[in-house]
């Protein structure tokens, strides 16, 4: 946040891939609705468009009872819907009441042919269950941090109280047949929120750390694609946030201090992902045909709530959506 021809998989995976598109606005496809699937589904179908496509993405910031405003404003330009949508638990109070707003469309993209994708700008553990962005945007001490990542501390058992508040909504999902791309603690190599900027062993890590042990182990969430996150921040020593791979499926990362990443941020993500995807989970300019030639194996991008208009022209979105490396909903196609 700123303050994102073909394979056939053995899996059963088919990515349809139409003929080049126009310069004038296509019909929208007829997307073919996902049945039932579980996370491998989605890294399998990843790993088959790496170097080769990308998907493309937009972010539904608040309200939460709007959870779809902004991917009907890219098919309300390109005439076309993004392959992924992506949205947020939040924080305030108002949204908060409306979660269960983000899981039906959640599951409503996914059966229209897009992947999901879930954000947390969640209130610290010293707060309540809602809270203000200046709250997100908190502090802890060294000694509360110390805390919260000790087993069965106070803190430390306020922070899965605050998990256990959108466990139901992720259990509604994997019920579904809903792999979820989840995205926790997001951009944690910065300083704006409570999470971020600590690197190190026990630093925002540990805390990515315990938050995928507690919901992917003690909560059975096998639905999840763990998506770690960080920003391009010039500062650079992104390894030093790395919780390891064994809590993660995806290494992503936003681009917000430059437009688009530079050529040494991308073989950093992708030495730190050791073969991993790899993907840009927050974009606010569209990603431009030569970005997308020199850096291949972006998995996805997101665009950003309003960045889409903001920071881009009407005919900038057309272009990056048109793009015949850019796939969008009704290209992906789960039997």
Same mark, same amino acid.
Not at 12 to 23: D, E, N, R, S, Y
Not at 113 to 122: I, K, Q
Not at 232 to 260: E, H, I, M, Q, R
Not at 265 to 276: D, N, P, T, V, W
């Given at each position: 946040m700123?303050?994102?021809?073909r394979a056939?998989?053995?899996t ?7 003929a ?15 049945g039932?699937a579980n996370?491998?589904?989605?890294l ?10 990308i998907?493309s993405g937009?972010?539904?910031k608040e309200p939460a009872?709007q959870?779809?405003q902004y991917?009907?404003r890219?098919k309300d330009?390109?005439?076309v ?5 992506g949205?947020?638990?939040l924080?305030?109070s ?5 979660r269960?707003?983000?899981v ?5 993209e996914?059966k ?9 700008h969640v209130?610290?553990?010293?707060v ?7 709250d ?13 990542? !000790?087993?069965? &501390?106070s803190? /430390?058992t $306020?922070?899965?109280k605050?998990?256990?508040?959108i466990?139901?909504y992720?259990q @509604?999902l994997?019920d ?9 603690l997001h951009e944690?190599?910065e300083?704006?929120a ?7 062993s ?30 391009d ?15 993660v499926d995806?290494?992503t ?13 991308y ?6 992902a ?6 840009l989970?927050?974009?606010? !300019?569209?990603? &431009?045909?030569? /970005?997308? $030639?020199a ?7 997101m665009?950003w709530?309003e @960045?889409l ?6 005919q ?7 793009n015949?490396r850019v796939l969008h ?6 039997p």
């Amino acid at each position: 946040m700123k303050s994102a021809t073909r394979a056939l998989l053995t899996t059963g995976l088919v990515v349809a891939l139409g003929a080049t598109m126009a310069v004038a606005a296509p019909a929208a496809p007829d997307a073919e609705a996902f049945g039932a699937a579980n996370k491998a589904t989605v890294l399998n179908y990843l790993a088959s468009i790496k170097g080769q496509k990308i998907v493309s993405g937009q972010h539904n910031k608040e309200p939460a009872s709007q959870p779809n405003q902004y991917t009907q404003r890219v098919k309300d330009i390109t005439g076309v819907y993004p392959g992924l949508w992506g949205g947020d638990f939040l924080f305030n109070s108002a949204d908060v009441a409306n979660r269960q707003r983000i899981v039906d469309q959640a599951k409503t993209e996914w059966k229209n042919g897009a992947l999901v994708s879930l954000t947390w700008h969640v209130c610290p553990p010293t707060v309540g269950s809602s809270c203000s962005f200046d709250d997100v945007k908190s502090d802890l001490t060294d000694a509360q941090w110390s805390q919260l990542t !000790t087993n069965g &501390t106070s803190l /430390n058992t $306020a922070w899965k109280k605050r998990l256990d508040e959108i466990v139901p909504y992720l259990q @509604q999902l994997k019920d579904a047949g809903v792999p979820a791309i989840f995205r926790p603690l997001h951009e944690m190599n910065e300083q704006w929120a409570w999470w971020g900027g600590r690197p190190g062993s026990n630093g925002s890590a540990k805390l990515y750390q315990i938050t995928h042990d507690y919901l992917a182990n003690t909560k059975g969430l096998s639905n999840l694609v763990w998506a770690w996150n960080v920003q391009d921040n010039p500062a650079g020593g992104f390894s030093s946030y790395y919780p390891g791979s064994g809590s993660v499926d995806v290494v992503t990362l936003d681009a917000w201090y430059k437009a688009f990443p530079s050529a040494s941020e991308y073989q950093s993500l992708r030495s730190i992902a050791a073969g991993k995807p790899i993907a840009l989970a927050e974009v606010g !300019t569209m990603p &431009t045909a030569a /970005n997308l $030639a020199a850096q291949p194996e972006w998995t996805w991008f997101m665009e950003w709530s309003e @960045q889409l208009e903001g920071s881009n022209t009407a005919q900038a979105i057309k272009d990056t959506y048109y793009n015949p490396r850019v796939l969008h909903q009704g290209d992906l196609t789960i039997p």
